[in-house]
């Protein structure tokens, strides 16, 4: 069955509902094991050289947003007592889910939908359906 889940989160509802339903299943799975992911997308220039005049290293702004997220979104694993994996990555975030899914050998990705209306997401793409179709594992969207 599914021995590494990777939660792919963003601070949506939809999200917090992918990471309880993972919770669910990994305490149903014993010894499987849980990574949280999130995705941050690259500063635009224009931004990184206004913070560095202010004193602000956008990076380090960017990483410890990241950490923050994580730990918010944590609470449904931490209340069955399972430990997980942080993860940040930087880029698209389709592209970083499917990178991350296959260089840690993970058997399922869960994500929740966002739930764009349907000329938003005809026009702009939702990550989540951009993961299940270029991800080559399996992948659980979570309503």
Same mark, same amino acid.
């Given at each position: ?8 989160? *963003? ?37 990184? *050289?206004?913070?560095?005049?202010? =004193?602000? #290293? ?18 449904? $694993? ?8 942080? $993860? ?6 389709? *592209? ?7 260089? =840690? #050998? ?5 994500? =929740? ?26 992948? $659980?969207?979570?309503?």
């Amino acid at each position: 069955m599914f021995r590494r889940i990777l939660v792919a989160v *963003d601070g949506s509802e939809g999200a917090q509902r992918a990471v309880a339903a993972a919770a669910e299943l990994a305490a149903a799975l014993p010894g499987v094991e849980v990574a949280l992911i999130t995705v941050s997308e690259p500063v635009p220039l224009f931004v990184v *050289d206004e913070l560095r005049a202010n =004193g602000l #290293d956008p990076a380090m702004l960017q990483e410890r947003h990241a950490e923050e997220l994580l730990e918010a979104s944590a609470g449904p $694993l931490r209340e069955r007592g399972i430990d997980y994996l942080p $993860l940040t990555a930087v880029g698209d975030p389709a *592209d970083e889910i499917c990178r991350a899914a296959q260089e =840690g #050998d993970y058997d399922l990705i869960v994500m =929740g939908r966002r739930g764009l209306g349907p000329i938003q997401e005809m026009l702009a793409g939702s990550v989540s359906s951009k993961v299940v179709h270029r991800a080559k594992r399996a992948v $659980l969207i979570v309503q």
